[in-house]
């Protein structure tokens, strides 16, 4: 234990918070669910920018077909390799 009692504790404190939170992203289920997650960990205008990169680059990856699913990890990962599949071009356009 630290000679400061206080601090070790308030460090203790904020690592449990962190834990918390990191798991509430990690469990998430959706991108509305994990936006809100990361949001209350890291704060709403980061998350927001963050997310909407993200996004365009798995679009972009998408339309140049570099998009695939790893079939170990089951993720979705930007480029080809031995245990990846392609990911099909989004052809779904609404009613």
């Not at 630290?2 to 449990?16: D, I, K, Q, R, W």
């Not at 140049?64 to 245990?83: Q, Y």
Request: net charge positive.
């Amino acid at each position: 234990m630290a000679s400061e009692p206080h601090s070790y504790l308030a460090f203790v404190t904020g690592m449990n918070s962190f834990l918390k939170n990191w798991r509430a992203i990690v469990a998430g289920r959706g991108i509305p669910e994990v936006t809100s997650a990361l949001s209350s960990l890291f704060g709403e205008d980061i998350t927001q920018r963050v997310v909407k990169e993200q996004a365009e680059a798995v679009q972009k990856a998408r339309r140049n077909r570099t998009l695939s699913l790893d079939a170990k990890s089951k993720s979705i990962v930007m480029g080809a390799g031995l245990t990846t599949i392609p990911v099909r071009p989004n052809t779904f356009f609404g009613d």
